[in-house]
């Protein structure tokens, strides 16, 4: 059986919504671009440990998968590769659903943590749209 979090990824880069290797995962993270950097489960020390340094304070939730490099490597049709950001919420919320449903103990709480987000960050596009909606039409009120 194919793994859903594997096909999220695999659409995460058809879709453009991704920064794959090390050097454009930190160049999405330093731009505020990226919502979440997931690393190879066989990453180096050295890799680990500029994740680490990309997402501190920065507000990216940093997330090991359960896969290797060549699984990654494989699903994105390039070379070996140990992290990857991505850049969409919507996506990134549904791969950590995919992880959490594996794996409860290890992806639930990210997966709640990326789910908030999301809901906050559509509330406030919700909003913007209802705030230009009044800028353009003014209020409206209802009749008594």
Do not use: W
Request: aromatic content about 4%.
């Amino acid at each position: 059986m194919a793994d859903k979090a594997l096909n999220y990824i695999g659409i995460m880069q058809k879709a453009g919504a991704c920064a794959t290797g090390e050097t454009d995962s930190g160049a999405a993270c330093r731009s505020g671009k990226a919502k979440l950097l997931l690393l190879a489960a066989d990453a180096s020390e050295n890799a680990r440990h500029r994740a680490e340094g990309f997402v501190y304070g920065r507000g990216v939730l940093l997330v090991t998968l359960p896969y290797e490099k060549t699984d990654l490597a494989r699903i994105l049709g390039r070379g070996v590769t140990s992290m990857l950001a991505v850049t969409d919420l919507g996506l990134a919320d549904a791969v950590m659903k995919a992880l959490a449903a594996s794996n409860e103990e290890a992806y639930g709480e990210t997966s709640a943590r990326l789910s908030e987000k999301l809901r906050k960050e559509r509330e406030r596009k919700s909003e913007q749209q209802r705030h230009e909606q009044n800028k353009r039409f003014g209020k409206r009120r209802k009749k008594a």
